[in-house]
Each structure stands twice: as structure tokens, then as C-alpha cells.
């Protein structure tokens, strides 16, 4: 059901379900600001947020084709050293990122680091 409806709009996903006798669930994502194909998230929030963001959040629009680039943008070490604790930092994520591998995740990234 999932691959037959994943293309679809969410008036077609949810007739379909329906005909199929399931009761439709509505879900979305949404991301902090998209322009000109670009997808931007500023993330000062928790660190799993920002492995949501890079392998859910801008994957989904990239294979939605509603973005072409996905921007991050984080708190570099020395203003994540000011703030609350479990805040990620850019080296920190630039690292995991980078460790993935070519092509993981599946979207361009570009990650900004913010220092004080």
C-alpha cells in the first residue's frame, strides 16, 4: 500500500486507502523554510533531531522533487559549549555525516556551522 500510494496526493493516498477498507492516517513534514527548491533547517534542538532532519526530513522532500539542496544549520562546538546540554554541533554532525559514506544520506547537504 505504502509504494502504490507514495506518489499520490493526499486526496488520492486517502481514497485509495479507503477503497483498500484501511482507515487513512494523516501525516506530514514539514521543515522550517523552503524556497526556490532549497530546504532550510536551523537545529538548536536535541542531537536526534538532526539525524531526523538529514535522513527523513530533506530526504523526503529531495525524493518528493519538491527540493534539490537541503541546508543544516548548527551551533559550531564553542556555542554549543555555552548552551543546554544534549545540543548537537556542526563538527560533531559534519562527522557522522561524513562517516556514512558517499552518498548517505541519498540528498545533497550543505551544513553551516554558527559560532558566537
Do not use: C, W
Not at 484501511?22 to 527548491?37: A, G, L, W
Not at 531526523?52 to 529531495?62: E, G, I, N, P, Q
Not at 522533487?65 to 560533531?92: C, H, N, T, W
Amino acid at each position: 500500500m505504502i509504494r502504490k500510494t507514495l506518489t499520490m496526493s493526499a486526496d488520492e493516498q486517502k481514497s485509495e486507502i479507503e477503497a483498500a477498507g484501511e482507515i487513512p492516517i494523516y501525516s506530514y513534514n514539514q521543515t522550517d523554510f523552503v524556497k526556490d527548491r532549497v530546504a532550510v533547517e536551523v537545529q538548536f534542538g536535541k542531537y536526534a533531531f538532526v539525524a531526523y532532519d538529514l535522513f527523513v526530513k530533506h530526504l523526503a522532500f529531495y525524493v518528493g522533487d519538491r527540493i534539490d539542496v537541503g541546508v543544516e544549520i548548527l551551533p559550531m562546538k564553542s556555542l554549543q559549549a555555552e548552551m543546554s546540554s544534549g545540543v548537537p554541533y556542526f563538527e560533531g554532525e559534519f562527522y557522522n555525516v561524513v562517516r556514512q559514506g558517499r552518498g548517505v544520506p541519498a540528498v545533497p547537504l550543505i551544513l553551516i556551522g554558527i559560532e558566537p
